[in-house]
Every structure is written in C-alpha cells, then in structure tokens.
C-alpha cells in the first residue's frame, strides 16, 4: 500500500507562509563564541520560554590574507648579522619561505613563521635604532622562555617570556606597504577571534 502525495492546495511551486513566531532572541558576538550560556531578551509573558537559552557554538577561523614576494630576512649567524633573499607566502596565520619562487611548489620551506605568537600591535617600518636598513619592518613574536635563550641580535630575553625579532627588508618603500598592510590584516582577523596577542 503506498501513501498518495500530497500537495500544496495551491499547487507544487507553492511557498507556504511559516507559522513560526518570534519568542525571543539571544545576542552573541565574536567575543562570546566560548559562551555556552545567552540570555534570551523579549520573551512574551505567556511563552513557556524564558530567562535563558543554552547552545554549542563551533567555530573556525579562516585568515583569507594571501601574498607573496621577495623579502630579505635578517638572521643572527653565530653573533653576526647576515641578510639573506628569501621567496615569501602569508597565508592566513603564518609566513612561509623559500630560497626561490620554483622552490614553494617543490619542497618544503625553509621555515614558517607563526603569527598567532605574534606581538607586534602594528606592522610599519622599523626605528632606525633597531634597523637602519631601508624598507625594513619588524615582527616580534613571543614564547616561554627557555634554559639556552640569550640575548642577541634576534632574541630578547623578558623574565619568562623570550621575544624573537624578525627583520624583513623589501626592495621598494611601496612593497614595504603592500607587506605592512597584508600583516596587519592578518594580525587583526587573529586579534579579533582572541588567537593572538593583543
């Protein structure tokens, strides 16, 4: 015995209106995607429901900043300072390098830079005490301090913590501000949803 279908008494393309009522509302924000507890506002006083509504939130952050270029990295080689070309990629929370752009489709890069660690407020150009290189800006990153740290040309020692300085140079005072600008996108989307420092 099969069911008849049935259909809408105003034919199949026929959209039906909701009887769904609006009973309340919560208000959540980027800042309180760990909540698992909301108030729920503008509750009707005979609705069954009030006071508050409990959920899960799952979340994901997807930094969508991308560029690429050359950038020349400053390195700290037993005491002495060396500045060496590098093929650079931001994508999303880290920057990658290579020796060469063929190199980035090839093999793995020579490191990979978190930014997630990262606690520079805003990316410029570096003071000229620090660096008196042209077109040069400065990342700092920080982690837990270990035994071996010292302070050198890279490397800060702060009590518990230990900052890591990277010097990137680009050829050109407008590349310099492309670079600043995607950075700092990207440390403000990694800011916004708490995965870095502010």
């Known amino acids: 015995m099969v069911m008849p279908i049935k259909e809408s008494p105003a034919g199949p393309q026929a959209v039906r209106t909701s009887s769904f ?17 909301f108030t729920l506002n503008n509750t009707p006083v005979m609705s069954p429901l009030e006071g508050s509504v409990e959920m899960r939130i799952c979340c994901e952050l997807a930094v969508s900043v991308e560029h690429h270029g050359f ?13 060496h070309r590098r093929w650079c990629l931001l994508k999303g929370d880290s920057l990658s390098y290579w020796k060469y752009p063929d190199d980035e489709k090839k093999t793995a ?12 407020k805003q990316v410029g150009p570096v003071s000229r005490d620090i660096c008196a290189r042209l077109h040069t800006l400065l ?22 913590k230990t900052i890591i300085r ?11 501000i492309e670079w600043c600008n995607k950075f700092n996108a ?5 800011r916004m949803w708490g995965n870095s420092h502010q």
């Open 21 to 37: 009522e609006l009973m309340g509302y919560a208000v959540f924000s980027v800042q309180a995607v760990n909540k698992k507890v």
């Open 139 to 160: 990342l700092e990153r920080e982690r837990p301090a270990q035994p071996q740290d010292k302070d050198t040309l890279v490397m800060v020692c702060k009590g518990e």
């Open 71 to 83: 950038l020349t990295m400053f390195e700290d080689v037993s005491g002495f300072g060396a500045w």
């Open 109 to 120: 890069p020579i490191d990979t830079i978190d930014l997630k660690n990262c606690v520079t």
């Open 186 to 190: 990207a440390l403000t989307a990694l």
């Open 166 to 176: 990277h010097l990137l140079s680009a050829d050109t005072k407008e590349e310099r």
